[in-house]
């Protein structure tokens, strides 16, 4: 039993170190050359453009939802009109951010960690290697670079639907006059709930896909070790994001508000 | 009387007979599972090693440690005069622009053609410009005879066409020695000797030195007994001479250690209860 724990304990910090090196071997990748552009271009475009659609149907129903199910609580106080600042202050601090990032896990974190997992197991890491070519600088890099710029940005577009979901829902069936909403949405928030609501996506979208490439790229074990890993990258990066936006978050109360 | 000037690393390189690899007493283990112990043999230029030995006799092992994929637990490896062993990964980059490699599968880019993997090293990393890349790949793919899968995804092609195409990747940018993965494994014995005839005409029409890792001894000796000849602006593979046979040494690795090194004819005539059961 205690052989088991310290194997266990091993293994766990083992993952750590492996985890720390490549971040710290893509920080170096990210600030020296040479630089992959091509790569880089193509993954802005894979994770932010292909990750689009996805990000505007969750930001928009979850939006629609929140004013449907606030605005029954809300008439309990006859405060139906200020739904707005419910689904703005609930998008912009919070949901948007991290459904953002959650959808980013399900289609960019396993999508990473299958494609190196699978260049793992034919040995095309190591075919690049020996052609000369450092697979974190031309693979890590750019995944890591699209990932934790394109994840704020595709958070303000899903916080944007959202509070435009919200919109159709008190407008059309809560009978909100539509100036009291918008009016609403912006008395919701604290000046600096946008700045909260734009730094967390960034660390978020950082570990979204750093463990997605650490996860791929310590795939053993073929076809098997694919799904394994691409299982593992997903529960891995889910949690990551939830404990992330807490430990931010908490950061961010201290030092900004 | 003149003072003789040493001689300088690529003169060195550069003169027959030169050794172009060297493993020195290396050794190797995974925990507790030793893979290679004392290992110790030498390359010399345009010559072959076929390295024979049962499965996880530590055979790709050995490829591994001269690209430096992997660092040995103990011992020296000097590639191309420079001892790769302490090389850190930058350093090894530039190493390994002198090595090519096949890889057992092939180890084809999926998402790159036929052209973009052959020029993948020319294009990607010695940034040459595209019209000399593009001569340069469509050269190699003739003189391997795939011109017309050029624009072919790996996935269209079949086994012996993968490997043939990982033999030109591995070639495009000239390197002096090339290694090879199991190259003929899983394939029929008509598409195993149009690979072999390819391992023999880069030896000893582009003076390229090799290093073999099979199983598959109809192969290791084809390559080892054959030398291809340039007749009337043809390429022949003929059978070759005692003295062109003895440029390709076997080495049979057993328990991490080598049982056996010297030429075919040697091997063939061992009494080596070991070696017999492995060429029966």
Redesign the interface.
């Known amino acids: 039993m205690l052989n088991a724990i310290s194997e266990w304990a091993k293994a766990a910090v083992l993952e750590v170190q492996e985890y720390v090196r490549l971040c710290a071997a893509a920080f170096r990748g990210a600030t020296s050359r040479p630089f992959?552009y091509r790569d880089m271009v193509e993954q802005f475009e894979q994770i932010g453009v292909g990750s689009l659609t996805v990000v505007l149907l969750t930001g928009l129903f979850t939006g629609a939802v929140l004013a449907l199910q606030s605005g029954i609580t809300l008439d309990q106080f006859g405060a139906r009109p200020f739904v707005g600042r419910l689904v703005s202050a609930s998008m912009i601090k919070e949901l948007g951010p991290v459904l953002t990032a959650l959808m980013l896990t399900g289609r960019v974190g396993s999508g990473i960690a299958a494609e190196l997992g699978s260049m793992m197991v034919?040995?095309?890491i190591?075919?690049l290697?020996?052609?000369?070519?450092?697979p974190i600088r031309k693979l890590v890099v750019p995944r890591i670079l699209a990932g934790t710029i394109m994840c704020p940005i595709l958070t303000v577009v899903a916080d944007f639907v959202g509070i435009l979901g919200g919109w159709v829902i008190a407008t059309f069936q809560l009978r909100v006059e539509s100036s009291v909403y918008w009016t609403s949405v912006l008395e919701g928030l604290y000046p600096q709930d946008p700045w909260m609501g734009l730094i967390k996506p960034f660390f978020l979208g950082f570990a979204i896909v750093s463990i997605g490439c650490h996860v791929g790229l310590r795939t053993r074990g073929g076809t098997q070790g694919v799904g394994r890993a691409t299982t593992n990258a997903v529960v891995a990066a889910s949690v990551a994001v939830l404990a992330v936006d807490f430990f931010i978050t908490r950061l961010l109360f201290t030092l900004m508000y | 009387m003149p003072v003789e000037q040493p001689l300088q690393r690529q003169e060195i390189l550069d003169a027959e007979g030169a050794p172009i690899v060297v493993f020195d007493k290396v050794s190797l283990a995974f925990d507790d599972k030793v893979i290679l112990r004392e290992v110790s043999f030498t390359l010399i230029k345009g010559h072959t090693k076929v390295i024979l030995g049962a499965s996880g006799a530590g055979k790709s092992t050995i490829l591994k440690l001269i690209l430096g994929l992997l660092k040995a637990d103990d011992g020296v490896v000097w590639v191309n005069g420079e001892r790769v062993d302490q090389m850190n990964e930058l350093e090894l980059m530039r190493v390994r622009g002198d090595l090519g490699m096949v890889f057992q599968e092939g180890a084809l880019f999926d998402s790159l053609t036929v052209r973009e993997n052959v020029g993948y090293k020319l294009w990607e990393e010695l940034r040459w410009p595209i019209e000399r890349v593009d001569k340069r790949v469509e050269e190699i793919l003739g003189f391997i005879a795939l011109s017309e899968h050029i624009d072919k995804m790996p996935s269209e092609l079949s086994g012996g066409q993968r490997r043939r195409v990982a033999i030109a990747r591995a070639m495009a940018a000239k390197p002096r020695v090339l290694l090879y993965d199991e190259p003929t494994t899983g394939l029929d014995p008509i598409t195993s000797t149009t690979v072999d005839e390819e391992i023999v005409k880069l030896r000893d029409l582009e003076g390229v030195s090799s290093i073999v890792v099979t199983h598959q001894l109809r192969d290791a000796f084809f390559i080892a007994t054959h030398e291809a000849v340039r007749n009337d602006g043809k390429v022949d593979i003929i059978t070759a001479d005692e003295e062109k046979s003895e440029q390709a040494e076997f080495i049979m690795l057993r328990d991490g250690r080598i049982c056996f090194e010297g030429p075919a004819g040697e091997l063939k005539r061992s009494s080596d209860p070991y070696l017999k059961t492995f060429l029966s």
Request: hydrophobic share 35%; no cysteine.
């Open positions: 992959y034919a040995e095309q190591n075919a290697r020996a052609l000369g070519t450092d």
